[in-house]
């Protein structure tokens, strides 16, 4: 049980950092675009 909320807790937070990246590049293309 610990090995896989370990699994779980480890994907959910790669997805956010994933998401975060994302974010992050949407942003400054966004600010670019102002530019």
Known sequence: VGLARRAVENSSRMCVTA???SRR???AARQHENL
């Open 19 to 21: 998401t975060c990246a």
């Open 25 to 27: 590049t949407d942003g």
